[in-house]
């Protein structure tokens, strides 16, 4: 039997019908018609399935739509400003070179948004860490770490431009 | 949207505006905003039906009794296909028969496709499919090479390249080794899965959207099974989310399937493998087992080589014969050969069907005389790259291939030179040396493997490309070819061939998807061809056009049509400007001038004999080198990868942005084979790794700590590919070797100089462990390399 859920994705409110079973990503995917989060297991070994939930990046292939309710919900759809501006982020992405299939590639973005919220400044090794759950099996990962790397510098050139 | 950006790498060729630069992906934009469609991702037509497909659990079995009627009657199913239901070809083998749509009274392998199953959601045909009664009578199997070999049992015969007198040349040697070495083999993990959607059309006719890097062999054998010519079906492919040779021939069963089903159903169906189907049902890389014997001078130089190579191709040919073939032909890699025996078996399996993945079986080849390479070093207490750069090709001698191709382009010494340089080869050994001296834990290793790999299809008349420019009259122009877009940067590369021809900016240009309706009878996006053929098929078009467009600006301005310029968006004569691009095709247009055109392109000068494999059957060879360093824990096997410094030759490089992506990427795909990625098989041949949890897939952690990547800028294609560019898609896979070269150095240092180091493929940490746990019961040098007992010397 299908249930109601409430959701806010991408700043947006949205009342779904789900089935109990169904996964966020599904949900994502078809109830909600935004397939840039993808998936590539479907059991939470690759990461192309990320999301943020209520500010923490999880597979959302893990996830059943039922416990979102009243959640928030960003996904890769939601990460550019406005539809002619996209995150740092991503344009990095673009000049490094850091998506060669792109499959990987929204899952890959929003693990680096949420590593870069919740720590602005992070080492090399943190960036590799914090992808550890990502598979990119096209780009060898060299440019997805320099893309991230140059954003946090760049945020923090922004961040200290505007407080001088 | 803000157009692609560019990223600040050398300019290959300054003159050129668009060719040679680093610009992003065609596809950058749609990549990092969600927005690229996958075929997952196609918005679904009304009507559809998903599809799962039942697999067997058994390896070799009759089957006494497959009852699918619970299915039929389950809730939601619309379609169950068996064998028995289908109505013309059964059969989707690439080249030869062998692999079933669905299993005939019989399963072959664990995983096997029994029947299919569609419904009005996953869900139902998920559990619908289980519902089938089925019963096996257990037959015996044959799983892994030892056991074919035993049993004479092969997908092919045997093959065999032989030059000069190896036998003699051996037995004459000063010294000799022999043994063996298992290479395990791979899952390609596309990180998008076998996908298809077959969408009836009216009339009978069938329009499928495949995940493949072949489409016109998918609309040729799902035109087959549907009973159809092939007009009435059309592939589409926009892009793949990875394809390694995994979507050459595999996605066509999958095609079939929903064709099959959509048939039946009169509406459109999609398969969509979940991943554990996938990895199961779907072949992989061949995993070899090689035997070497091996006679060689004081200094290391090889005088005779004897190989035995035996790749476990599973129940069908497949690809597995060309597969094969590449092996042969890469079992000199870098190194001359004058006397040389390589024996091919082509074991069959109750196991599935292996096929293409990247190299294509060259890698397997390449192993093999790099460790035997190793080996002799070992035996002789040389450092390998002593041993290595004794045995390289000559440039202007000593560069004759064992199947009769002579290494016109060699710049391997070149190669050598600049990575011991650039990674300070020698200052490192000497410290990995001292550092194993001082420490009784940790270990290190360090080797330079160099790759050569020859590009072409062996199979000759593979070697062709198509290609439709269509310039409208706006002076924006639509490219379609017939290669596809995986991630490799073919579409980019294309595009920007396409906007250097007409001197225009690459916003211009326009790729579409791939598709059977556009460019016909397509090869396969395989062999690293995929630019080299479609490339020089769109210019040939864009030229055919421009020659067109110039004989009609000849007339309207009276100047000598060979004065004419494309450039900068407009049409020069001299430095004068005549007028811009677009107003050019207008009046040509008005003027009746026709602004399409098709391209073609065969590549020249290859032949080989299929009798004896001699000939020429590369058109030219790319190059490279990689230095890796590691750092093992022999108490536990674990290791890192501490630094690799790797130049990699893409001659002209199209898009130096694009190939040194190729480059990193396929480095570390390579070592992923070669170390981490284990496929481990039961007693009872059934796959026990089909999840990335149990497969281990390289991850950013992974990656060398100093990763250095440079490209050969210097080089040039000594044959004429398009603009003296190189093929990039495979060769850096092999680079990855030096990584397994490293770790058995670092195994090498526990033992005293002489030890045979053996070491079998992937070196995960736990064989690392016994390798080094057996050197340190062997400390008896007389036991180095296996020698052959009475030729033994110190
Ligand atoms: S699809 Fe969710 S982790 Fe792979
Ligand atoms: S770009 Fe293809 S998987 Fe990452």
């Known amino acids: 039997m299908k249930r109601m859920i409430t959701v806010t994705i991408n700043g947006e409110e949205q009342e779904l019908a789900v089935e109990p079973y169904r996964s966020l990503l599904d949900t994502l995917r078809v109830e909600a018609g935004l397939t840039g989060s993808k998936k590539g297991c479907n059991v939470g070994d690759c990461g192309a399935c990320t999301v943020i939930l209520d500010g923490r990046p999880v597979n959302s292939c893990l996830v059943l739509a039922a416990e979102v309710d009243n959640c928030d919900v960003r996904t890769i759809e939601g990460l550019q400003h406005a539809p002619d501006r996209v995150h740092a982020l991503q344009d990095n992405f673009m000049q490094y070179g850091a998506a060669q299939c792109g499959f990987c590639t929204p899952g890959i973005l929003i693990m680096g948004k949420a590593l870069l919220d919740e720590n602005p400044d992070p080492t090399e090794d943190e960036i590799r860490f914090a992808l550890a759950g990502n598979i990119c099996r096209c780009t060898g990962y060299t440019k997805i770490i320099e893309a991230i790397r140059h954003t946090a510098r760049q945020l923090a050139e922004e961040r200290q431009g505007v407080e001088s | ?794």
């Open chain 2, 1 to 794: 949207m803000s157009s692609v950006p560019e990223r600040i790498l050398p300019e290959f060729v300054p003159g050129a505006r668009t060719a040679h630069r680093a610009l992003a992906h065609e596809s950058a934009v749609g990549h990092v905003t969600g927005g690229a469609t996958y075929t997952d991702d196609i918005p679904e037509p009304r009507n559809l039906l998903h599809a799962w497909v039942r697999l067997s659990d058994r390896a070799h079995a009759g089957i006494t009794r497959l009852d699918v009627e619970a299915c039929r009657q389950a809730p939601g199913v619309v379609a169950v296909m068996t064998h028995d239901d289908l109505k013309a070809a059964t059969d989707v083998g690439p080249v030869a028969p062998g692999d079933l749509v669905f299993a005939d009274g019989e399963v072959t392998y664990w995983g096997q496709a029994l029947f299919a199953v569609a419904a009005d959601s996953i869900d139902s045909a998920r559990r619908a499919a289980m519902l089938a009664e089925v019963k096996y009578e257990e037959r015996e199997a044959i799983l892994d090479i030892r056991q074919a070999l035993e049993r004479d049992a092969a997908v092919s015969p045997v093959r065999t390249i032989v030059q000069g007198d190896p036998e003699g040349a051996i037995r004459g040697s000063a010294h000799r080794i022999r043994g063996q070495l298992a290479i395990g083999g791979q899952d390609h993990f596309y990180l998008e899965g076998q996908v298809a959607m077959a969408v009836p059309q009216e009339g009978g006719d069938m329009l499928v959207y495949s995940s493949t890097q072949h489409p016109s062999e998918v609309q040729h054998l799902v035109a087959g099974v549907l009973g159809l010519p092939d007009h009435a079906v059309v592939v589409e492919a926009r892009r793949l989310g990875g394809g390694f040779g995994g979507k050459e021939t595999q996605a066509a069963h999958i095609a079939a399937i929903a064709a099959v089903l959509a048939q039946q159903a009169g509406r459109p169906v999609k398969l969509r493998l979940d991943r554990d189907d996938d990895m199961i049902l779907t072949g992989k890389r061949h995993d070899f087992l090689v035997k070497y014997e091996a006679g060689f001078d004081p200094d290391g130089r090889l005088e005779g080589v004897d190989f035995m190579l035996a790749s476990r191709c599973g129940i069908s040919p497949d690809l597995s014969d060309a597969i094969n073939d590449r092996a042969m032909y890469h079992a000199d890699n870098a190194y001359y050969l004058p006397n040389v025996r390589i024996v091919s078996h082509r074991c069959r399996t109750n196991t599935v069907s292996n096929t293409a993945f990247r190299g294509f079986g060259g890698p397997q080849g390449m192993m093999a005389i790099e460790y035997v390479l190793d080996e002799v070093a070992r035996y002789l207490g040389r450092d390998p790259l002593d041993v290595r750069k004794t045995n390289l090709y000559g440039v202007e001698e000593r560069n004759l291939t064992p199947y009769g191709q002579v290494v016109e382009d060699n710049i391997l010494p070149r190669l050598f030179e600049q990575v011991e340089r650039s990674a300070d080869y020698a200052a490192r050994r000497r410290a990995v040396d001292a550092f194993n001296r001082e420490n009784p834990v940790l270990r290190k290793g360090i080797a330079i493997t160099p790759v050569k790999f020859g590009i072409s299809f062996t199979t000759t008349h593979l070697n062709q490309g198509g290609a439709l420019v269509l310039v409208y009259t706006d002076g924006s122009v639509q490219l379609n070819h017939g290669g596809i877009e995986m991630g490799q940067g073919l579409y980019t590369k294309v595009a920007q061939l396409v906007a250097e021809e007409f001197g225009i900016a690459l916003d211009r240009v326009r790729v579409t998807a791939t598709t059977t309706g556009k460019v016909p009878n397509t090869s396969a996006t395989a062999a690293s061809a995929g630019s080299d053929l479609n490339g020089a098929a769109a210019v040939e078009a864009c030229r055919k056009i421009k020659g067109r467009l110039r004989d009609f600006a000849a007339g309207r301005f009276g100047i000598a049509g060979e004065s004419l310029r494309f450039e900068a968006d407009a049409l020069h004569a001299g430095e004068q400007r005549l007028c811009s691009f677009a107003e050019l095709c207008k009046q040509a247009h008005l003027g009746r001038i026709q602004l399409s055109d098709t391209g073609f392109y065969a590549t020249p000068d290859i032949h080989v004999d299929k009798d004896t494999m001699r000939g020429k059957p590369f058109y030219y060879f790319a190059y490279g080198i990689a230095c890796a360093e590691v750092v093992v824990d022999s108490l536990t096997g674990e290791y890192r990868v501490l630094r690799a410094d790797v130049i990699h030759d893409c001659g002209q490089s199209l898009n130096p942005a694009v190939d040194m992506g190729q480059v990193e990427g396929g480095f570390i795909q390579g070592m992923g084979w070669l170390t981490t990625e284990e496929l481990y098989w039961d007693d009872r041949g059934r796959l026990m790794t089909h999840a990335p949890s149990t497969y281990k897939i390289p991850v950013a952690s992974d990656v060398p700590d100093d990763f250095r990547v440079e490209l050969a800028s210097w080089s040039r294609n000594r044959a004429a590919a398009v603009r003296r560019s190189k093929a990039v898609g495979e060769p850096p896979l092999m680079l990855g070797i030096s990584v397994f070269h490293a770790l058995k150095d670092a195994i090498a240092s526990l033992a005293p100089k002489g030890c045979s180091v053996h070491l079998d493929a992937p070196a995960t940490p736990e064989r690392v462990l016994l390798a080094m746990e057996r050197l340190r019961r062997a400390t008896d040098p007389a036991a180095a390399g296996e020698p052959v007992e009475e030729d033994a010397e110190s």
